[in-house]
């Protein structure tokens, strides 16, 4: 795909596209596999039983650090058989700390690009999670001017998708969404009709994992951010 000329919608991810996110988690992520030290399972059993929980919880709480804190104490729970001492559940509460408390790192290039491409096209951002901490992180960022919408969203489904289509009146074929996880960013929106961009991020979220079909004309995939510059 050349250089286009006609403008078009681009609708961002944030998480993993704009800015760092999951390398965070995981950090927080080995730091509590660190202090569980259990004494029959290794890391990898109890990493899966943690995904196992995360994946139950974002069903019935959402997303981001309150999530994962609630996942990390629901996993000592479970392996220790007994809920946590004071002490235990204070220092588990002390791992996540960084992720409240950290400065946004964006990805290398996004301003400057998002400058850019705001001359000649419509941004709008569609992230999901928690309202209040997704607004932090945005607010954080100072990206906010360059979108002419930002939605935060529970969940990024074919019917989220169509939901915005409807909203902004958007017509599909000249509308991108732009995100690292194929599984929220890239097969709903081609689902709703929508044209799809996949910036891969080599520490997205294994939950965020799913197949997508490469030979589909309408997924362009990209090896930085810096490269939508080549194309929109």
Same mark, same amino acid.
């Given at each position: 795909?050349?250089?286009?000329?006609?403008?078009?919608? +681009?609708?961002?991810?944030?998480?993993?596209?704009?800015?760092?996110?999951?390398?965070?988690?995981?950090?927080? @992520?080995?730091? &509590?596999?660190?202090?569980?030290?259990?004494?029959?399972?290794?890391?990898?059993?109890? #990493?899966?039983?943690?995904?196992?929980?995360?994946?139950?919880?974002?069903?019935?709480?959402?997303?981001? *650090? =309150?999530?994962?804190? #609630?996942?990390?104490?629901?996993?000592?729970?479970?392996?220790?058989? #007994?809920?946590?001492?004071?002490?235990?559940?204070?220092?588990?509460?002390?791992?996540?700390?960084?992720?409240?408390?950290?400065?946004?790192?964006?990805?290398?290039?996004?301003?400057?690009?998002?400058?850019?491409?705001?001359?000649?096209?419509?941004?709008?951002? +569609?992230?999901?999670?928690?309202?209040?901490?997704?607004?932090? =992180?945005?607010?954080? *960022?100072?990206?906010?001017?360059?979108?002419?919408?930002?939605?935060?969203?529970?969940? =990024?489904?074919?019917?989220?998708?169509?939901?915005? @289509?409807?909203?902004?009146? +958007?017509?599909? *074929?000249?509308?991108?969404?732009?995100?690292?996880?194929? =599984?929220?960013?890239?097969?709903?929106?081609?689902?709703?009709? +929508?044209?799809?961009?996949?910036?891969?991020?080599?520490?997205?979220?294994?939950?965020?994992?799913?197949? &997508?079909?490469?030979?589909?004309?309408?997924?362009?995939?990209?090896?930085? &951010?810096?490269?939508?510059?080549?194309? &929109?």
């Amino acid at each position: 795909m050349s250089r286009t000329t006609t403008p078009q919608v +681009l609708i961002f991810d944030a998480d993993d596209t704009l800015w760092e996110n999951n390398v965070l988690f995981e950090r927080v @992520i080995e730091d &509590f596999l660190d202090w569980l030290d259990h004494p029959t399972m290794d890391r990898h059993q109890i #990493r899966g039983v943690l995904d196992d929980i995360e994946t139950a919880n974002a069903v019935t709480h959402g997303y981001g *650090s =309150k999530m994962l804190l #609630r996942s990390l104490h629901d996993c000592f729970t479970r392996l220790r058989d #007994r809920p946590a001492t004071t002490t235990e559940h204070a220092r588990i509460n002390q791992l996540a700390t960084a992720l409240i408390d950290h400065q946004v790192d964006l990805i290398p290039g996004v301003a400057d690009t998002l400058t850019d491409l705001g001359d000649r096209h419509a941004l709008l951002l +569609l992230t999901k999670g928690d309202v209040e901490e997704q607004r932090r =992180k945005l607010d954080a *960022s100072q990206l906010a001017h360059h979108f002419r919408d930002v939605h935060i969203v529970t969940e =990024k489904d074919v019917a989220t998708y169509r939901d915005i @289509i409807a909203r902004h009146g +958007l017509r599909p *074929s000249t509308t991108w969404m732009i995100g690292n996880s194929p =599984k929220s960013d890239i097969v709903p929106a081609r689902a709703a009709g +929508l044209n799809a961009v996949f910036i891969p991020n080599d520490n997205t979220w294994i939950l965020e994992h799913a197949v &997508f079909d490469e030979s589909d004309n309408q997924v362009l995939a990209l090896r930085a &951010f810096t490269d939508l510059l080549d194309h &929109f």
